[in-house]
C-alpha cells in the first residue's frame, strides 16, 4: 500500500507534510513553524500549491507559500472584533468561504450566535495575491459551534455545529441556513474529561455523501445528502470508532481518509474495506501519544500541484489544548 508523504505545520504551530510515496513513518517534515503561542485551526490548499491558514489565537488568515526556501508567510487579512477563525472551503475555483467566531480558548465556547461567513476570493486577476474579502452572512442566533466547513457546490455549504451537534446548511445564493441533518447518536457531545461541548467536528463532502468526525467519541460517520440542499437521503453510517479525538481530515485521491487526532498527537490514515460494505481500516502514519512530531493536529489538506500531489499537510495548534507530556 502507498501512503501519502506528510507536512506539517506547527505552532508551536506547525505544518507537517507526508507523502503517499513513502510507506515509512519517518517520511515527515516540518514546513512552518509559526510563533508561540500559536493555533492553527484549519488549512487549505490552493490550485497553485499555496496554502491558506486561518489561526484561532487570532482572527487572522495567513497564506504560506509552501516552495519557498525559506517557506513564505503572508498576512492576508485580519477579522477583528471576532477572536478567531475556523473553517475553510473552496467554493468555485480561488473563491473560499471562511468562519470566524468569537471561540474563547479557555473553555472553548462561544456566545451563541458569534459566528459570521466570509468569503475570500482570489478570482480576479487583480486579486490573485490580495483577495477581495466580504462578509456573507452572520450565522443563525442558536449557532452554537460553527466549525468545520465544506462545498455542497458552487452556491452551498455545509457547516458542523458542534455544540448543539448538528449539520447546517448556507446557501450563499438565498443567505439561508437550514439544519438538515441532527443525529445525536453521531453528532451530539460526548462525556470527557475536560467537559468540552464539541461533538461533530470535521467535515468533508464527497461524491454524494457528507463525511464527518466526532472527537470524543473517535468516531468517522458518513451520510448520503443531496448535493443541492445537503439534506440527509438516508441513514448515517459508522465506517469507524477506532480514531482516539478525531479532528479535521482530507481524502487522498484513491479515497483514503487522512484524519488529525488533535491531543492524540497523531496522523491516521483511514482506508475503506477493499470489497463490500465494512468497518474502514485504520493505521497510524506519524506521531505517537507523548511524542511531539505531531502535537496536536487540527486538520489536514492534501496537495494539489505536481510538485506536491501526494503530500498530506497537517496543521497543528502545538500542544497548546493538551501539553504532550504535560509539558509542551
Known amino acids: 500500500m502507498r501512503f501519502p508523504t506528510l507536512s506539517t505545520l506547527f505552532s508551536s504551530s506547525l505544518l507537517l507534510q ?39 489565537t487570532t482572527p487572522d488568515l495567513n497564506l504560506i507559500n509552501p516552495f519557498a526556501n525559506p ?32 471561540l474563547s480558548l479557555t473553555t472553548i465556547t462561544a456566545p451563541p450566535g458569534e459566528f459570521a461567513a466570509w468569503l475570500v476570493d482570489f478570482s480576479a486577476p487583480a486579486h490573485s495575491t490580495t483577495p477581495a474579502i466580504r462578509k456573507l452572512s452572520q450565522l443563525p442566533s442558536d449557532t ?25 446548511s448556507y446557501n450563499l445564493h438565498t443567505n439561508t441556513f437550514a439544519t438538515v441533518l441532527a443525529d445525536p447518536a453521531t453528532m451530539a457531545p460526548a462525556p470527557n474529561p475536560g467537559n468540552i461541548k464539541i461533538g461533530i467536528n470535521g467535515l468533508k463532502y464527497r461524491d454524494g455523501y457528507a463525511y464527518y468526525t466526532n ?30 479525538e478525531a479532528d479535521d481530515f482530507a481524502f487522498t485521491e484513491r ?28 493505521k497510524t502514519i506519524a506521531g505517537a501519544k507523548d511524542a511531539l512530531t505531531v502535537a496536536g493536529g487540527t486538520s489536514v489538506a492534501m496537495g494539489r500541484t505536481a510538485k506536491d500531489r501526494g503530500v498530506a499537510y497537517v496543521a497543528t495548534q502545538g500542544g497548546l489544548a493538551g501539553p504532550v507530556n504535560g509539558v509542551v
Request: charged residues 15%; glycine residues 10%; neutral net charge.
Open 18 to 56: 507526508w507523502s503517499t510515496a513513502l510507506a515509512t513513518r519517518n517520511s515527515v517534515h516540518t514546513v512552518h513553524q509559526l510563533p508561540k503561542p500559536t493555533w492553527i485551526e484549519n488549512i487549505a490548499a490552493r490550485a497553485d500549491g499555496h496554502l491558506l491558514v486561518s489561526l484561532l
Open 71 to 102: 517557506p513564505a508567510t503572508t498576512l492576508i487579512h485580519s477579522f477583528p472584533p471576532d477572536l478567531g477563525l475556523l473553517g475553510i472551503t473552496e467554493i468555485t475555483p480561488n473563491k473560499f468561504v471562511i468562519l470566524s467566531g468569537n
Open 144 to 168: 452554537g459551534l460553527a466549525n468545520g466547513l465544506t462545498a455542497l457546490n458552487p452556491h452551498t455549504v455545509l457547516i458542523s455545529d458542534s455544540t448543539p451537534g448538528r449539520l447546517l
Open 215 to 244: 472527537i470524543y467519541i473517535s468516531g468517522l460517520y458518513r451520510v448520503a445528502v443531496d448535493c443541492e440542499t445537503g439534506a440527509a437521503r438516508g441513514v448515517v453510517e459508522t465506517l469507524t470508532t477506532k480514531l482516539g
Open 255 to 282: 479515497g483514503d481518509v487522512v484524519v488529525a487526532t488533535d491531543s492524540g498527537n497523531t496522523v491516521l490514515l483511514v482506508s475503506p474495506p477493499k470489497k463490500g460494505k465494512g468497518e474502514w481500516s485504520v
